[in-house]
């Protein structure tokens, strides 16, 4: 099953009102505004978007308010992880049904004993390649679950054709790379972590990053400049980005609200609340905070 996923695909965030309701319009602008801004596909429901704090119907809303608003002009793939393989299985048919490109799933996060991962991995992902017929990208996120290594990704990849990419996330995502592109060059891969090591993962090979929704035109920048060549120019703009990344890894424990406070400060979301459970909410000194790094990065 080939696919042609490349470049910066946001994770979206999942925007509430105030009193903590799915905020359909933001949502939508949150889309239309990232493929303005040049994303080469989106991303609903995985980690970024809070999937863990929305019901399976609310995520069945996102899902088709995303394929809704994209209209066909990026990639859309849907989130689909919960801690039940049947569940996935059936929010993944859903996701299918109504036209998404592709499933982003996350290994389960519960009864995984330490002798046992590794089969009960396989078998959690092998059931669901056989189930449904669309392309998968594994989300590998080291600090929710259990450790996945390179050699579960290539058997993976080699016994379902429809297993086709990797997102890797966690210390030593960049080491996974580097084993994937040998024993793998097929499989596709994505980094994460907020684009930290995005320019150096790119230069090894990884298709493309899965950043926060609220700095797409920033991280567009830096790929397309990196792909034409321009590594000078791709640097400067990272530079640009490391200053608000700076400060999401100062509030780490309030990343959801960061997020959606740069998405709000920029007009594309109208609240930046965040549901419980969350960390500390930023204070008004934080707030304008980020709106001076904002202001400093041209992006206001």
């Known amino acids: 099953m080939r696919i042609d996923w490349h470049g910066i695909f946001p994770a979206l965030s999942t925007p509430c009102d105030d009193t903590g309701a799915l905020d359909e319009e933001s949502l939508r602008n949150e889309v239309r505004w990232n493929i303005e801004k040049g994303a080469h596909g989106l991303i609903v429901s995985i980690m970024a978007g809070e999937f863990h704090k929305f019901s399976d119907e609310e995520r069945k809303r996102c899902y088709e308010i995303v394929v809704e608003e994209a209209k066909g002009k990026v990639p859309v793939l849907a989130g689909t992880s919960h ?7 059936q929010l993944s048919q859903y996701a299918k049904e109504i036209g998404v490109d592709g499933i982003v799933v996350l290994p389960p996060y519960f009864n995984l ?3 046992k991962a590794a089969l009960s991995l396989y078998d959690h992902y092998a059931t669901i390649a056989r189930r449904i017929d669309i392309p998968i990208m594994i989300q590998d996120c080291e600090g929710t679950g259990p450790f996945m290594c390179t050699t579960l990704f290539k058997r993976l990849a080699d016994d379902f054709k429809n297993i086709v990419a990797v997102k890797l996330e966690g210390p030593t995502s960049f080491q996974k790379a580097l084993e994937m592109r040998e024993m793998a060059p097929d ?3 994505f980094g994460g972590m907020a684009a930290a090591n995005m320019l150096e993962e790119l230069k090894i090979g990884v298709a493309g990053n899965v950043p926060d929704a609220c700095l797409t035109d920033v991280l567009v920048g830096v790929y397309e400049n990196f792909k034409a ?3 000078e120019e791709a640097e400067k703009l990272f530079k640009r980005y490391k200053v608000w990344l700076n400060f999401l890894q100062l509030h780490r424990l309030s990343n959801y609200e960061v997020e959606k406070e740069t998405l709000r400060q920029r007009r594309v979301i109208k609240s930046s609340y965040t549901r419980l459970p969350r ?5 008004d000194e934080d707030q304008e905070e980020l709106n001076r790094i904002l202001r400093d990065l041209g992006l206001l």
Do not use: A, H, K, Y
């Open 113 to 115: 004993q330490d002798g």
């Open 83 to 89: 801690s039940g393989t049947e569940v996935v299985i």
């Open 229 to 231: 060549g321009n590594l």
């Open 279 to 283: 960390g500390p909410l930023l204070t």
């Open 187 to 189: 499989v596709v891969l």
